[in-house]
């Protein structure tokens, strides 16, 4: 408003021209902006419009026209007294405006920098009042606080009602937090109680749980840690043997697992039924025989080590039964079947009889008791078989090691197969030999003493089997260090065996003592797949009878044929020749000598045929003269006439 | 046939505790084996390194191709090896008269106890494995100083021994030695000895005692690359089980070189002597 009364006095006076009347060019320009802003353009502006404009009183725009309503105010033309105070009365009033305009704006502005300042990047005392700043943050007031009061308490009088409400409410809250505090301390000794009962309990069952592993390990199972170390499983056992086939070398392993009172829990593979392999020998569809292991009767130690050393066993006992199941598949041209999971082998020897004997195989669980009604007469030998099995395994199971301990030979690309181990061959070649061995013995004994009767020495010398005869030879000077004598023994049997038979042959005195020799041989496998005989004949026998040194047999029928004919061909073109020497002639290839009687004087000799037939150990002499026939035999029982005097006899 | 090779250390301290991890990781007792070696050199000395190449004119263009092929330009030191067991030792001064015998019963169950051994330098391939053409033949009778003398002609140069160790797991071989030998007669030998020493009287050749790890993997078929590389993987398998305990590692193909090495005979001017001595004429000439 007073500025509006300043202007009262001021007049719009044109701007000072030039001197020159004429306008420059700025002076123009100046001109031109003037004239556009206080007309808004520059139309009809002459000298008559403009004058036109100021006689209209036009000149002076809303400005001055204001100004002259002021002037009616101003009339009533106030005292100069009476103006003061109403200025001062103004002044007061603004400035208490203002004061209060500043206050709300102050007030405001701390407002906001206060919400703003809970905000922890916008923290800056700068952005407060001054007041503010001097009055609440030096004072401590922090950021982002609203509604902050201070109050000073010290001289808070209670009255004494409200102090004894107070300090029985005080009481109180003793009283409860003292029974709170018993009642915490109660648990507390209930909780370590039990945490001392739970603890004596853990290593009680600790205690029993390694008492347990302590005694297994020293019983000498080798204790092993698990590899995933699993609470209540940290060890576990192994019982498999070490060179057992991949798939029972597994099986082999068994966690002990802790039990709650901490004995150690059975694993599944511990706990399975033990098995044990049954041999059993059957004549004619009756069992005459059979082993089986005794039911684990006495329980010593504990059960865990018990059912450790079943498993053990089971282990051996299956692993056997599979490797044999595995071998039947080339056996079956040797009468070896597998059926209904028990293998059944022919008993050689015993085919052409009516009772074929056989054995059956099978792996039954251990605990099964024995069905009456069986034979028991061939009990030893089905032990014998069953034992010789198992000790075959742990030979095999002693190969394994030792093999995979020899330098490997280099390697190639033809990959070697494994070789499944000789059981059930090893068995039945035994049998085979011992059977064709005893077999032709028997029948070169008999031909050894019918010679014997017949007046003829013939000493015979035989063998079973050759490296038995030199058995302590071999393993005492043995070069495989390697290997224990246990193993070098067994091994013997996985090769082939060779028995030996020597006859010496009947001759005249004086000349050379020959020896008819026989190797029998028995292999299940390359090259002879069988027992293969080999008889060898002294050189002047084969020379003289024009026959080959060297002779090969399948059967013992051939073989003891062949020797009846060789032997009676001997006796005839050796043995009479050579005592008749002149007067004898042999014929071809029969056993057959013709002598011719002495001392005719004519000249007409009397010819006598003998020919001399050995068979079924009995040697029978046949004299055909002419007309008459004789015959005389020797079966080997105490005879006291010889061949040749009774050959005497007849030829003179 | 091909070795496979690769080579550690063990510290004679802890040569007993890995002992046991192999025995433990082969799952087999250690095999003692007691070697002895005795190095021949050829008689002939080798030709001059780059000799069959064409220096100057020729003008028997034929015939010089042909006379190379029955030459072989590379001559090596080979082996003989005998084993021998813990009695072998010490048996006493032997007499004039004994001499070698390879010598071997077959009746009896023997082995033959003599073998040479050829080992070629190894491969330059980079597989990872050392390997290295070998040949060994064992000897079956006679004496093996002769034969290998007659058969070369070779030269006795050195004998020494091995003892140490032997595991087998799966192809791999692991032999765990170190090498002996008797001090001080070295150079006066000019043969083998027939008896070995007493055990006692050697001495180890490294003093440290240090044990040599070596791993082998025997190839026959080298050239099928799948057999090849089944052997590599299973001696690598081996590094790597071992690692942490005996760090398996190639090793520099050079030291493992059998190759005589070509020294140019005295008295002889080679070509570059003559060139040097040219040059040192020209500069006089010059002054």
């Given at each position: 408003m007073s500025g509006l009364e300043s202007l009262k006095d001021v007049a719009l006076r044109p701007w000072p021209a030039n001197k020159t009347d004429e306008l420059s060019r700025d002076a123009l320009l100046q001109q031109i902006e003037q004239l556009t802003s206080e007309r808004g353009h520059l139309r009809d502006i002459t000298e008559q419009s403009l004058q036109a404009n100021i006689d209209a009183g036009k000149d002076v725009f809303n400005d001055a026209k204001e100004g002259s309503e002021d002037d009616d105010e101003e009339k009533e033309a106030p005292s100069m007294k009476e103006r003061k105070d109403e200025i001062l009365k103004m002044q007061r009033e603004m400035a208490s405006h203002l004061d209060w305009a500043r206050f709300a704006a102050t007030n405001a502005l701390d407002l906001i920098s206060l919400v703003l300042s809970a905000d922890p990047n916008k923290r800056a005392p700068t952005s407060f009042s001054h007041t503010f700043r001097e009055a609440g943050l030096n004072q401590g007031l922090p950021f982002g606080s609203m509604g902050v009061a201070r109050e000073n308490h010290e001289h808070h009088e209670l009255k004494s009602e409200e102090r004894q409400r107070k300090e029985e409410q005080q009481k109180r809250r003793d009283l409860v937090s003292k029974a709170a505090r018993m009642e915490a301390l109660d648990t507390a000794t209930d909780e370590i109680l039990k945490a001392a009962r739970n603890l004596e309990k853990e290593v009680r069952r600790e205690t029993k749980y390694w008492q347990e592993i302590v005694s297994i390990s020293d019983k000498g199972w080798p204790i092993q840690r698990l590899r995933q170390n699993v609470r209540h499983v940290p060890f576990g056992v192994k019982y498999g043997l070490p060179e057992a086939s991949d798939h029972f070398k597994a099986r082999g392993f068994a966690p002990l697992r802790m039990d709650r009172d901490g004995s150690i829990i059975l694993d599944p593979y511990l706990a399975l039924k033990p098995k044990t392999l049954r041999v059993k020998i059957s004549e004619g569809g009756k069992i005459i025989g059979s082993s089986q292991l005794p039911v684990e009767s006495v329980v010593e130690g504990l059960a865990v080590e018990k059912s450790i050393r079943l498993a053990r066993d089971s282990l051996l006992e299956e692993e056997l039964y599979h490797e044999m199941s595995l071998e039947t598949r080339q056996l079956l041209p040797y009468g070896v079947r597998l059926r209904d999971s028990v293998i059944s082998a022919d008993v050689p020897g015993t085919e052409t009889s009516v009772t074929a004997r056989q054995l059956l195989i099978d792996c039954i669980p251990r605990d099964d008791k024995i069905p009456d009604g069986q034979g028991h007469t061939y009990d030893w030998l089905a032990h014998s078989i069953a034992e010789a099995l198992r000790l075959l395994l742990t030979h095999e199971h002693s190969m394994r090691l030792y093999r995979r301990t020899q330098l490997p030979s280099p390697l190639t690309a033809r990959k070697q197969e494994k070789k499944s181990p000789p059981l059930l061959r090893t068995l039945l070649a035994m049998l085979h030999h011992l059977q064709r061995v005893d077999s032709l013995f028997i029948y070169l004994n008999t031909v050894s003493s019918t010679l014997r009767s017949a007046g003829f020495e013939t000493p015979l010398e035989t063998s079973r089997e050759e490296s038995w005869t030199k058995l302590r030879d071999t393993l005492g000077k043995s070069t495989k260090k390697d290997l224990s004598a246990t193993d070098q023994l067994l091994d013997i049997f996985t090769k082939p065996f060779t028995g030996k038979a020597t006859l010496t042959l009947p001759s005249s005195q004086g000349s050379q003592i020959e020896q008819l020799t026989i190797a029998i041989r028995t292999v299940i496998g390359a090259p002879t797949f069988g027992t293969e005989y080999k008889l060898a004949l002294p050189s002047s026998l084969a020379t003289d009878l024009g026959l080959s040194t060297e002779n090969k047999f399948q059967s013992t029928t051939d073989v003891t044929s062949y020797l009846d004919w060789i032997l009676s061909l001997h006796v005839a073109h050796r043995v009479l020749k050579n005592e008749y020497a002149n007067r004898a002639a042999a014929k071809g290839n029969e056993a057959r000598v013709t002598i011719a009687s002495k001392g005719s004087k004519n000249g007409v000799s009397v010819k006598r045929d003998i020919s001399v037939e050995l068979r079924g150990g009995l040697l029978a002499l046949h004299l055909s003269q002419e007309s008459s026939q004789e015959t005389h035999s020797w079966s080997g029982k105490g005879e006291d006439v010889s061949l040749k005097e009774q050959v005497k006899s007849w030829v003179g | 046939m091909h070795e496979l090779l690769l080579y550690g250390q063990v510290s004679a301290a802890r040569h007993d505790q890995v002992l046991k991890i192999l025995a433990g990781f082969a799952a087999m007792q250690p095999r003692r084996i007691l070697q002895r070696r005795i190095i021949y050199k050829p008689e002939r000395e080798p030709e001059e390194p780059g000799s069959h190449l064409r220096r100057g004119?020729?003008?028997?263009v034929a015939v010089k191709q042909k006379l190379q092929a029955t030459t072989p330009t590379q001559l090596y030191y080979t082996h003989l090896v005998q084993k021998l067991s813990e009695e072998d030792f010490g048996q006493g001064d032997s007499k004039t008269s004994d001499t070698l015998s390879a010598d071997v019963d077959f009746e009896g169950g023997e082995e033959p106890r003599w073998s040479t051994l050829f080992e070629d330098i190894p491969d330059t391939g980079d597989r990872g494995v050392s390997i290295r053409f070998t040949n060994n033949t064992d000897l079956i009778g006679g004496d093996p100083h002769t034969f290998m003398t007659t058969s070369g002609p070779n030269r006795f140069v050195t004998e020494y021994y091995i003892e140490g160790h032997r595991f087998v797991h799966g192809n791999v071989v692991i032999f765990l030695h170190r090498i002996l030998h008797e001090p001080g007669v070295r150079n006066l030998q000019t043969e083998p000895k027939v008896n070995p020493p007493a055990f006692e009287a050697l001495q180890l050749l490294d003093q440290s005692g240090t044990y040599i790890l070596e791993a082998k993997v025997r190839v026959q078929d080298f050239k099928d690359a799948s057999v090849l590389e089944s052997g590599v993987n299973e001696l690598k398998g081996f590094q790597i089980s071992m690692r942490g305990c005996v760090e398996l590692s190639l090793p520099d193909r050079l030291t493992m070189d059998t190759r005589v090495k070509y020294t140019p005979p005295p008295g002889v001017v080679t070509k570059a002597q003559v060139q040097a001595q040219a040059q040192v004429q020209g500069q006089q000439n010059n002054r």
């Open positions: - | 004119g020729t003008q028997a």
